[in-house]
């Protein structure tokens, strides 16, 4: 596969993963956090299951001995880590705009290399502390602006806390990668796991209906675009496409995510975007920027 096919890949993922912000602020009058979650990620692991069902039979009877287990404890991990990051997500997504949650999401990529420290010991670099914080202002721009606030906004705290589990799920993605287990069977089991988990939430200790409103045939389909095509798509369009190109170039394309998702906030359920909002998404792409290609020209510039 060419260069060219691979960045498309990544790009449109990139714009599947953007639409889910507006999707979900959406859907959030209609479903409860739990069952939304629940029924998104069991419809992605049936679609998943028919697509690739030849090679997951084979994780499937890898489960059946002690070995198996041992061997797939990671993506276990994986799954709980996602339950927990989408339930702060979607909580988040109620009380802030969907556009300051997908900027605010999209800072898992620079908290990255303080989750590396378990695996590679290495202590993180003050530039990348300077990053955070300059990254962390825009998110109080996008949310206060210029004025101090009287609380701190639960929604904004809610994807924050997000976005730090999602910096460690990129981590032990690459880290159960190097294990060889496959993109699609590491999909398809964090799939059913976030499915499975907070389906037994939502029966056992969620008191909210699971259906806020009666559900049109339109809302019915928004669910399954948001269950298929930004799911299970965009997982399948990074697996193929990152294998032929750098993964400082696959973080960069990762940058259009939030701008993708300011775009259709405006356009599907018309969010208004204000000059702080503005301003702070400029600082976070920014900081993203430089904490993915600032160590790449360091290096370039010692050797």
């Known amino acids: 596969m060419n260069n060219t096919r691979a960045y498309f890949l990544l790009v449109m993922a990139t714009f599947f993963w953007g639409t889910t912000f507006s999707l979900t602020k959406y859907l959030t009058d209609y479903f409860s956090t739990f069952s939304m979650i629940a029924f998104r990620f069991f419809i992605a692991a049936v679609v998943t299951w028919f697509i690739y069902r030849a090679s997951l039979r084979t994780s499937w009877l890898e489960l059946k001995n002690l070995e198996g287990f041992k061997k ?52 993180i670099s003050k530039t990348i502390v300077g990053v955070i914080l300059v ?3 825009g998110v109080y721009l996008m949310s206060f602006g210029l004025a101090i606030p009287q609380r701190i906004l639960k929604g904004d705290l809610y994807t924050l806390l997000s976005a730090l589990l999602y910096s460690y799920y ?24 976030t499915a499975v988990l907070t389906f037994l939430v939502a029966i056992f200790y969620a008191n ?15 669910f399954l675009f948001l269950s298929i095509m930004a799911t299970v798509v965009p997982y399948l369009c990074m697996g193929i496409g990152q294998k032929d190109i750098t993964p400082t170039n696959a973080a960069i394309i990762y940058l259009l995510e939030p701008i993708f998702a300011a775009i259709i906030a405006m356009i599907f359920i018309h969010e208004k975007i204000t000059m702080m909002q503005i301003i702070g998404g400029i600082i976070i792409l920014s900081a993203q920027f430089y904490s993915v290609v600032g160590p790449v020209l360091i290096k370039n510039r010692s050797s």
């Open 135 to 137: 990254a962390l202002l």
């Open 72 to 123: 797939y404890k990671n993506v276990f991990i994986l799954g709980l880590l996602n339950v927990v990051a989408i339930l702060l997500q979607t909580e988040g997504v109620r009380e802030i705009a969907a556009t300051n949650s997908s900027f605010i999401t999209s800072l898992a990529i620079i908290f990255v290399p303080c989750f590396e420290i378990i695996y590679t010991k290495k202590p």
């Open 208 to 222: 909210d209906p699971w259906i806020l409103k009666p559900l049109a045939y339109s809302t019915v389909l928004i």
């Open 170 to 193: 990129i981590v032990l993605v690459t880290v159960i990668a190097k294990q060889g287990i496959s993109a699609q069977v590491m999909m398809f089991w964090h799939f059913l796991i």
